[in-house]
């Protein structure tokens, strides 16, 4: 008996120092945790996508999503997964549970991390809260941190919708297109400049921009970079687009004169897509119709003669088919299709990645002020189909 109570004692002990050890490693001392600084020092930011699930469908969607139907981005469920809710952890035997949305909606205020319990474990610096664990050696990049405020500020819904789509593809078409002196204001109003529609300028209003496409193709363009000057002029412009498209008759002296291409300016350009507005015109009233490459009006009384359409419907192409080689477009006041894609512009799929393109197209289908008749035609007959399947996208 003696024998036995001694083998006990000698495990209590070491338990107590063990236990004691442990405690020890856990008080708020020691260099781990005067370096201990775990907040978030960054913002919300709308244009950083984030979901909870990784995999996202968009809608439309082919019958079998195609390769530019599904949103795949880190999201906020992998993120929970890989750092706290693994099989022998908090996905496991360890409670509270942080393996379902269900389960980690448990500890989230919708639109407020600051009052989501999620976010204060893993941005407090109080040891004993901290998730994960601090002597884990895994803590959350500030990526991942990003990706969930941005979630939980969005309303952290289990799918995404309008409000996570729209700042997040208008930033990427913003970057891939309207930043690359391309598809800008700059280089739209200095083709006009050139030309020398827009009167007498110093050469420190305009600069030289040489583009090399991936083909190896030169493009030089001329860009406006006197910035009040080409805000009045492209404000201008657009205002008399919208003038004139919006009644033709009533409006008939608004009819755009100065286009994007030959023969009115000296080099080909391409229309903005710098901001939402810019993209809004693009979608409603296209380049195609705006800047005809021949004669398709000629004023009665003075003569003028126009290379702009007087219906704005009358064009076979929208951003959407322009990225997305899986469609093809239909003309909505014709109703024919295109026999081939114009996905170019995302250079076949190839300078927007898939993701990227699934991220676009969920945002134009979702917006309201893209109008209906560009996204399903003329009394929904439908302007978009799947190239394999021949599905038409409708409402």
């Not at 795949?72 to 549970?97: A, D, F, L, M």
């Not at 490459?293 to 003028?304: F, L, R």
Request: hydrophobic residues 35%; glycine residues 6%; aromatic residues 12%.
């Amino acid at each position: 008996m003696k024998k036995i109570s001694f083998i006990k004692a000698a495990t209590l002990f070491l338990g107590v120092v063990f236990f004691s050890v442990s405690v020890f490693q856990c008080r708020k001392q020691g260099d781990l945790i005067k370096n201990l600084d775990r907040t978030f020092t960054g913002a919300a930011d709308s244009t950083v996508y984030a979901s909870f699930y990784e995999n996202n469908t968009v809608s439309p969607a082919d019958v079998t999503p195609d390769v530019n139907d599904i949103i795949r981005y880190r999201g906020v469920q992998t993120i929970i997964h890989e750092y706290c809710g693994t099989s022998n952890c908090h996905g496991g035997p360890i409670s509270p549970k942080f393996d379902s949305y269900a389960d980690i909606m448990k500890f989230i205020t919708p639109g407020s991390p600051e009052s989501s319990k999620l976010w204060e474990y893993i941005t407090t610096n109080d040891f004993d809260k901290a998730m994960p664990p601090v002597n884990s050696n895994h803590e959350l990049n500030t990526s991942d941190k990003r990706l969930i405020y941005n979630w939980i500020i969005n309303g952290a819904k289990e799918r995404p919708t309008l409000t996570d789509f729209r700042p997040a593809a208008i930033r990427i078409i913003n970057d891939g297109c309207g930043s690359a002196n391309c598809h800008n204001q700059a280089t739209a109003t200095g083709g006009w400049a050139r030309k020398g529609l827009l009167g007498a300028l110093t050469t420190a209003d305009t600069t030289q921009y040489t583009y090399i496409s991936p083909t190896g193709a030169v493009t030089v363009y001329c860009q406006l970079s006197n910035a009040t000057l080409r805000n009045q002029v492209w404000g201008a412009y657009k205002d008399s687009v919208r003038r004139f498209y919006a009644d033709t008759v009533a409006n008939a002296s608004f009819r755009p004169w100065k286009t994007f291409s030959t023969p009115v300016s000296a080099l080909s350009t391409r229309g903005p897509l710098q901001t939402y507005d810019d993209i809004l015109l693009d979608i409603m009233v296209p380049k195609s119709v705006r800047s005809n490459s021949s004669v398709v009006y000629t004023d009665p009384v003075t003569s003028k003669q126009y290379y702009a359409r007087g219906n704005a419907l009358n064009a076979a192409s929208a951003i959407a088919s322009r990225i997305d080689s899986t469609l093809l477009v239909a003309n909505p006041f014709t109703g024919a299709f295109s026999s081939t894609h114009q996905g170019g512009m995302a250079f076949d799929d190839g300078g927007l990645k898939p993701h990227e393109i699934a991220l676009i197209k969920a945002w134009y289908f979702a917006d309201p002020n893209v109008p209906v008749v560009w996204k399903y035609g003329i009394n929904n007959a439908g302007i978009f189909k799947y190239r394999k399947s021949g599905n038409i996208i409708r409402p």
